[in-house]
């Protein structure tokens, strides 16, 4: 880190959430003066509504981010780890296939609530950092380095000048729009056909986990699915995503009965285990998903980060992770520059637009496979062939989900990589059922041949 300076530059952040959350302790520990507006109540103190909050699965980016900052130690407490998927067919049959397998090689179910407010705990520990929370943006004036935010208790607007600003406001950010407004980004939206609903497996009457505790809990049912991630109190989140319209689809489920029905048919061993099935469904909202990519993340003296420059779907549980790497690259762009935001702002874009557009991308790809491919034979015995390959040469392949999950090499690169190695899985699994029929020996001069020494 950077010396204390002994008049720090004031700069803003529009959005608490994680992103901005995190960012303030970075500023912070570089000795900048930091204020954050957020236009949602402070959850340490107020609640938020139910039915939003998809938990997060927090993975080796965002772990090595947490760690920079000092804050990993206390955020321990608050994990779960999830050793694999726990695969549930119609018929109640249970499969784990697990994520890696190496024992460290695990991701860690955490609440967004819980962490989140651990991270404004520390942020303002540091003395530097003020939050103004139900305080929205409404305008910059970017030439003037002033922006006008309204306290949405008393319906005042101030102005707040700032030196430099950064947009974490997430997916519908405020300051995004600023920018775009301007004509100085190009904004592409890609909406999902399909939504979600969280609903809720309780503790059991002893205060157990009615189901696995250390698994990601998934039922693929071809053209939608749920999923269960586990909490601290012993209840699962169980997320169900769906098409908004069809036969089997949020349009189609109207009413008690048909809910009742629908369940009964495709989730019936678990149904039993959300008793609040039918006051959820109904109470709690239906989220949208969807991508967004800006060809352009900063204009003047301000920058956008996390899902105001580029949300993502949650199917490989990495937008937290890939935010918070945008939290570290902005900070080692800082340390690169000496400091020199004109500096900092480009470096910081060029090094993360690639990578996070490669993950836009991967997660997209990663619900076909959470919802229908892990329904087929084939697609285990590949997974199966890409371990046995990752102890035969190592430097060489590491199965695509574990370069995201558990390594630091850029999304791009293994993005790029991946699409190589799967074309070997589909050469080596060809007229292949069992991992005792594959010739390893081709695998690896098919490796040798196609992909470099990993850096």
Known sequence: MTETFENPAHITIIGAGLVGSLQSIYLAQRGYQ?????????????????????????????????????????????????????????AGNLKLQSY???????????????????????????????????????????????????????????????????????????????IEALEETEVSSELLDHSYKELTVPAGSEGDFQLYKEALHIWPRGEYMMIGLPNPDASFTMTLFMPNKGEASFEAIKNPVQLERFFDEHFADVKALIPDLTHDFFANPTGYLG????????????????????????????????????????????????????????????????????????????????????????????????????????????????????????????????LIQNKILDQLSNHVEHIEEVDFERGERLVMQKLPRLS
């Open 34 to 90: 930091v204020t954050v507006f957020e236009q949602l109540p402070d959850i340490r103190k107020e609640a938020i509504p139910a039915g939003r909050s998809i938990n997060l699965a927090l993975a080796n980016r965002g772990i090595h981010a947490l760690k920079e900052v000092g804050v990993m130690e206390q955020v321990k407490p608050l994990l779960i780890p999830m050793k694999g998927r726990m695969l549930h067919d119609e």
């Open 100 to 178: 890696g397998q190496k024992p460290e090689e695990v991701i860690y179910s955490v609440s967004r609530a819980g962490l989140v407010s651990l991270l404004r705990d520390k942020a303002e520990a540091t003395g530097l950092v003020t939050f103004h929370f139900k305080h929205e943006l409404k305008a910059i004036r970017f030439n003037r380095k002033r922006c006008d935010v309204e306290n949405t208790v008393t319906a005042v607007t101030i102005s707040h000048d700032f030196e430099y600003l950064i947009g974490a406001d997430g997916g519908g950010s405020q300051v995004r729009a600023c």
């Open 291 to 418: 991508t967004i990519r800006c060809n352009d993340w900063h204009y003047k003296n301000v920058i956008l980060t996390g899902d105001a420059a580029h949300a993502i779907v949650p199917f490989h549980g990495q937008g937290m992770n890939a935010g918070f790497e945008d939290c570290a690259a902005l900070n080692a762009a800082l340390e690169a520059s000496d400091d020199n935001w004109d500096l900092a702002m480009p470096i910081f874009e060029a090094s993360r637009i690639n990578n996070t557009n490669a993950i836009a991308d991967m997660a997209l790809e990663n619900y076909v496979e959470m919802r229908s491919s892990v329904r087929d034979p084939k697609f285990h015995l590949k997974k199966k062939i890409a371990f046995e390959l990752e102890k035969r040469l190592p430097e060489f392949f590491i199965p695509r989900y574990s370069m995201v999950m558990f390594h630091l090499i850029p999304y791009a690169e293994a993005q790029s990589r991946g």
